[in-house]
């Protein structure tokens, strides 16, 4: 730890620690409630319940219930990618198109729709994705599957509306797409002048130049994909709206699957009426959390390396 020299150091160090170990401190009692209720479904199941994929609840014989969850963890991880895949094209394209492109007296209009669409509620996207997205989704899942469904993606005919996997997905991304862009936006704008001046006079074009400057804040934009993979895999009642909330295990993104948080959202209010789904719920959580653990911890292995490589350059 530094000396602390001055006073103002001491009192900075005082305000700021404090504050530091409570946050600290909600975070591993969210990780106690997590685990202290997820305990008597682990006992019961151990393992199981995060690699099998069942639903038998059971009113009037607690041994007979049986819950599995390998469908819901499979469906957030792959909403979560689709997502990615949706969304970091997007957002990297309007945080440059916002920064080099777009005509400086349009720039504040175009980033305050940006910043409007992260603010708009959630629900919002869910409603007009089960509205007008589920239907379009529907028409261009027929198309796939109708000449491209010898590829395991598209495989099985999708269901009208069109809730489904790929539906789920798309909404994600475009709904997380505001979020990634604005972290990207600032990094490219904290860029250095002389290094957009040194590519321009090497004589690089501008898509060259642009292509030379996303690659000096690679952090950044995987910050920004990891915030966007998180915020999708998080995401609770807009998907479940979209999701079709059907236990399915399958590459085919046509189909209804589910996710953890759609499970949650979807159960919870019925959860009490058996012994061990409320627990079953909370074991839900904890797989979450482990997810987005993972997630961060890849992102904070990936930079640490970046740094290295750019260090011994």
Same mark, same amino acid.
């Given at each position: 730890?530094?000396?602390?020299?001055?006073?103002?150091?001491?009192?900075?160090?005082?305000?700021?620690?404090?504050?530091?170990?409570?946050?600290?401190? /909600?975070?591993?009692?969210?990780?106690?409630?997590?685990?202290?209720?997820?305990?008597?479904?682990?006992?019961?199941?151990?393992?199981?319940?995060?690699?099998?994929?069942?639903?038998?609840?059971?009113?009037?014989? +607690?041994?007979?219930?049986? %819950?599995?969850? #390998?469908?819901? $963890? *499979?469906?957030?991880?792959?909403?979560?990618?689709?997502?990615?895949?949706?969304?970091?094209?997007?957002?990297?394209?309007?945080?440059?198109?916002?920064?080099?492109?777009?005509?400086?007296?349009?720039?504040?209009?175009?980033?305050?729709?940006?910043?409007?669409?992260?603010?708009?509620?959630? $629900?919002? %996207?869910?409603?007009?994705?089960?509205?007008?997205?589920?239907?379009?989704?529907?028409?261009?899942?027929?198309?796939?599957?109708?000449?491209?469904?010898?590829?395991?993606?598209?495989?099985? +005919?999708?269901?009208?509306?069109?809730?489904?996997?790929?539906?789920?997905?798309?909404?994600?991304? $475009?709904?997380?797409? +505001?979020?990634?862009?604005?972290?990207?936006?600032?990094?490219?704008?904290? /860029?250095?002048?002389?290094?957009?001046? #040194?590519?321009?006079?090497?004589?690089?074009?501008?898509?060259?130049?642009?292509?030379?400057?996303?690659?000096?804040?690679?952090?950044?934009?995987?910050?920004?994909?990891?915030?966007?993979?998180?915020?999708?895999?998080?995401?609770?009642?807009?998907?479940?709206?979209? /999701?079709?909330?059907?236990?399915? $295990?399958?590459?085919?993104?046509?189909?209804?699957? /589910?996710?953890?948080?759609?499970?949650?959202?979807? @159960?919870?209010?019925?959860? @009490?009426? %058996?012994? %061990?789904?409320?627990?079953?719920?909370?074991?839900?959580?904890?797989?979450?959390?482990?997810?987005?653990?993972?997630?961060?911890?890849?992102?904070?292995? *990936?930079?640490?390396?970046?740094?290295?490589?750019?260090?011994?350059?």
């Amino acid at each position: 730890m530094p000396r602390l020299r001055s006073r103002d150091d001491r009192r900075f160090f005082l305000l700021h620690v404090p504050t530091t170990l409570v946050v600290l401190m /909600i975070l591993l009692s969210m990780l106690a409630v997590l685990v202290a209720y997820s305990l008597p479904i682990l006992r019961k199941e151990g393992i199981h319940v995060f690699i099998d994929n069942a639903w038998r609840p059971s009113e009037d014989n +607690p041994e007979k219930e049986y %819950y599995g969850m #390998a469908a819901a $963890i *499979f469906g957030s991880v792959y909403t979560g990618l689709l997502a990615l895949l949706v969304s970091a094209p997007l957002a990297l394209s309007l945080a440059v198109a916002l920064e080099e492109l777009v005509p400086s007296r349009l720039r504040g209009l175009v980033a305050t729709l940006s910043d409007l669409m992260a603010a708009t509620p959630t $629900i919002i %996207y869910g409603l007009w994705a089960m509205i007008y997205l589920a239907p379009v989704m529907y028409r261009v899942l027929l198309w796939l599957h109708r000449y491209l469904g010898w590829l395991p993606f598209f495989s099985e +005919p999708p269901t009208p509306p069109g809730y489904s996997i790929a539906t789920a997905g798309v909404m994600l991304g $475009i709904m997380s797409t +505001p979020y990634a862009a604005a972290v990207i936006r600032e990094a490219y704008r904290m /860029i250095p002048g002389h290094l957009r001046e #040194a590519a321009y006079s090497i004589g690089a074009t501008r898509f060259e130049a642009i292509r030379l400057l996303l690659g000096t804040i690679k952090p950044s934009i995987l910050s920004a994909l990891a915030l966007a993979f998180a915020r999708a895999v998080g995401e609770t009642v807009a998907v479940s709206l979209v /999701i079709g909330n059907s236990f399915n $295990i399958s590459p085919s993104v046509t189909v209804p699957g /589910i996710t953890v948080s759609s499970l949650i959202a979807s @159960q919870f209010g019925n959860a @009490q009426l %058996y012994t %061990y789904m409320t627990s079953f719920l909370f074991a839900g959580g904890l797989a979450l959390f482990a997810i987005g653990l993972a997630v961060n911890l890849a992102a904070v292995w *990936f930079m640490k390396k970046w740094e290295e490589e750019m260090g011994g350059e």
